[in-house]
């Protein structure tokens, strides 16, 4: 089959490799009917160093099961499944806790031996707990919002929910990716009364703006905090959801929080040591929350409004590519011509 | 007046000043009966730099009204009033919603022209808003567990309850001084399941026992995080409370807590930059929280079992002194003689 492998930063290649197939009596073998390329697939975009091997990509794919382990009991051949970026055995306590992202027996795409979404098929370890059956067919019109389930639309949840966004809470988004506009879609739907997103491109604001942002700051820096504190009579707002993941953002989060106020992170952070100490974070009691989302904690949550047509997270993908396409999508995330790709094998 | 001031580090002294008097309408002049060394008054002692006109100390009082301001409504002289750690109007947003220590027009002793606590008297501003008016005697044998009032079960308390502690969570504590025997009591008055002190000094680890620690871990360093993982099942605690403040304690919690979990400091950073990146915070979607403690917003909740001889927070005094001894009190909890030196003016 066909799959996509990035070499170093810059150099993404669909290739061939062998069919994937079912190892153990739990694992399922997975048609990818739509995948997409993820603002963090860009990390590596940018940094990774030759590997000479390639590394699979993608963790975000929805898609027909066609085969199954002897020991799968929730799933059959046919069956349209979404895909948590996460695969985890639905049973630990980790599991049953909703944070699934830490499950003892599981893992991710991409690694350990496990292939990546964007390629026309994926073994899935651990099915039952890891795999979400939807009642659509293949050229249903919901697919692209239902792939974000895989992973942008969860994650912006998981941001909200963590940084304790409920009704009356003022939040600030910092970041303008499809998860930034999907926390606010979040923060809307767990009843925030003032939503203020940071960004400055302005077509995805625009959705921002659709999606339930009350104001737009497309200011950065001091700038852009100076803003954001003018919008709320100086104090900045009770939650931030950073959707971004480099440290201007995580300064530009400290700087609009307020006190007593969290930071919640879904950006994957690309620094390691950052401001804690008494004036940052300590002194105005903050509190700094977030991590890798449990997405298939979420599935169950979200899924309903997304078949109901109530909220189309999937408004998100503004470009559509086959496997053939997929470096030209890297390249036009990269440039920010396309906000969010979405392949189709 | 005899009030103490500190000119660096080591060098304490207990000075005449002049006495204070009412200067705003909203003040109270308070006769202070009982006082107190903090741990973190040892901060000062150890790294103050020369300060030629000294720096006046403590910030934990109890004592009896001597004089009140034209403003004044809730208290009058002969009053005895625990005394929180930072004065606050109580009628801002932030003292309506519980966080004092970000009061609008707050601040804290020993700081802009307000005298500390080491003293024979204080003069309290926003009076109405700081103080807490308690029906005992001065010669009351609770007086030593109302004083706690003023900071470390407070803040013990607010550890706990920001690291949302409650039934069934498992707990670390880090640091046997006042406040981290005091996040102990606070844990199992909130109903923790196991709760783990790790602390070297066997006297204070009695008195943690007696307070509700289920289990005690005197080693340190990467020792004492096996021993913590050992006794859960090699996962950690749910909630970590870190009430020391050094670096080394902060990467203690990270190395005790559960993926999931919280780390809440009260213990005052001595560090501004810290790990949380994806190896350490995010990752495992550890929570960061805690900070200054907003006592006054707590004092109410806690008061009634100090009255009723529930629960003996004041036990962590093991040392009295008058002013004159102010001095060797320091020396005492610098050299970890003293747990916590009681001071009578």
Known sequence: MRATYMYKAGDVRVIDVPDPVIQEPTD???????????????????????????????????????????????????????????????TCEFCREGLQTSCRHGGFWASNGIGGGQAEAVRVPLADGTLVKVPVDVDSALLPSLLTLSDVYGTGYHAALKGGVRAGTTVTVIGDGAVGLLAVLSARQLGAERIILMGRHKVRTDLGVEFGATDVVAERGAEGIAKVRDLTGGDGTHVVLEAVGHMPAYEQALGVVRPGGVISRVGVPQYDDAPVGFPSLFGPNITLTGGPAPVRAYVDRLLPDVLDGKVAPGKVFDRTVDLTGVPDGYQAMHEREALKVLVRP
């Open 28 to 90: 399922a073998l997975v048609r990818v009917v739509n995948a997409c390329i993820c603002g963090s697939d860009l990390h590596p975009y940018h940094n990774l160093p030759a590997t000479p091997g390639g590394r699979p990509m993608g963790h975000e794919f929805v898609g027909v099961v066609e085969d199954v382990g002897g020991d799968m009991s929730t799933l059959r051949k046919g069956d349209f499944v979404i895909a948590p970026f996460a695969w985890s055995d639905g």
